[in-house]
Every structure is written in C-alpha cells, then in structure tokens.
C-alpha cells in the first residue's frame, strides 16, 4: 500500500470520526448533557468542514475508486445534522410534550426526502431547500430560551422550507465571497464554542451577535437566488 493510498484512507477515517462523535452526543443527550451534546456537534461540524478539502488534496476519488466518500459523508450528516438534534429537541423539552413526537418525526422525514433528492447539492456548489442544518437550529433554540410553542413553528417551518427549492450556499464550496463567508464562518464558530463553553450561563449578548452570520447566510443565499431567477415576461 503506497504513502498516498494511506493518506487517502487516513482522510475516510477522519470523515468516519463523525460516528463516534454522533455516538458521544447521542449519549450525552440521553444523560441531559445538551452542552457537551453540542460540543460533541460543534467538533463534527470542524470536521465537515475541512474533510472536503482534505480528500481532495489526497485525490480519494482517483486513488480509492471503489469507496464513496460521498456516502460516507452523507451518513454521518445525517447522523450529527439531523438524528441526534431531533434526539434533542425530544430529550430537552424544547417543544410543548404534545408536540415532541410529530415535530421530531417532521424533521427525520423532511431531511430524510432531502437528503435524497438528486440535486441535493448541485454541480455549482449549492444546496436545495434547507440544508438540514438542525444542529444549529436547535442549539441557538436551546441557548435563546423562547416558548415551546414558538420554538415548535420554528422547526416545523423549516420542515417545509426544506421541500421549497432555495438554493443555499455551501460555505466551504462557495465561490461566491469566498474570503469573506468562510472567514465570518470562523469567527462564528469560534464565538458558539465560546458561549458554548459556559453554556447554560454565557452570555446572552454573545450569542445574539453571533446569529450575524447565520442571517448573512441566508441573506446571501437569497440573494443569489432571487439574482438567477428569470425575469416575469411581459
């Protein structure tokens, strides 16, 4: 087996590691541990987003074509990115009691049908519909403390926002701001580990500076989805 070989396979574990970081957070979840659940998140989430870059440096594809890095990818997405935030939100009590069971099943079935869809991620970068990004729909849920019922409409609006065909941006992929949407992508991160880290106790103004970025996000991605579409005909 050649050192590139290896390298190749070394980039697939390092997607793999996502596994176990689902399992730890699923755990902690189930213990009521939501911080070091989101912890366990926010490092899957540091994975995702350098393990593309990764395997393209290590040529995986070239070099490893009988193994989908993309499957793998997409398995443990919807582990981390869907499963255990749904877990979550039943866990946490975040929802009314009435209401944990249909919203969390709306949110497996609605990824699910997403992350299926052949264009899910399209040729030039983008995503479909909402991106399943639930776990940090639901930590900002969490930290903000609103009323079930309002936390509720939330998650059930981005439900059917995933079905509705917005293109979002795919920050690590993007070539669109690149610069600029992956360097406030940091400053972001760095800023939930931060309230993250003394969570439930940090600070509240902390954590609505950071909701900056994901309102640039969805900012932008409509955008340059309103920008492509097609003038109405006379």
Known sequence: MTPAIVAAWL???????????????????????????????????AVDATDGWLARRAKVAERLPGFSGKTLDDLVDFLTFVFVPTLAVWRGAIVPEAWAIPVGSAMLLASGFGFSRVKAKTADHFFTGFPSYWNIVVLYLFVLGLRPWL?????????????????????????????????????????????????????????????????????????????????PTA
Request: hydrophobic share 60%.
């Open 11 to 45: 980039v697939h574990l390092y997607t793999a590691s996502g596994f176990a970081l689902a399992f730890l957070a699923t755990v902690a979840v189930i213990e009521g541990d939501f911080r070091s659940a989101f912890l366990y998140l926010w490092l899957q989430v």
């Open 151 to 231: 936390n509720a409409l939330v998650l059930l609006a981005c439900c059917v926002l995933v079905f509705v065909p917005i293109r979002y941006v795919y920050p690590s992929r993007t070539s669109v701001l690149p610069v600029l949407t992956n360097g406030l992508g940091i400053a972001w991160a760095a800023a939930v580990l931060a309230f993250l880290w003394r969570y439930p106790d940090g600070s509240r103004g902390l954590v609505l500076a950071s909701l900056a970025y994901p309102v640039y996000y969805v900012a932008l991605s409509l955008f340059l989805q309103f920008r492509r579409m097609p003038a």
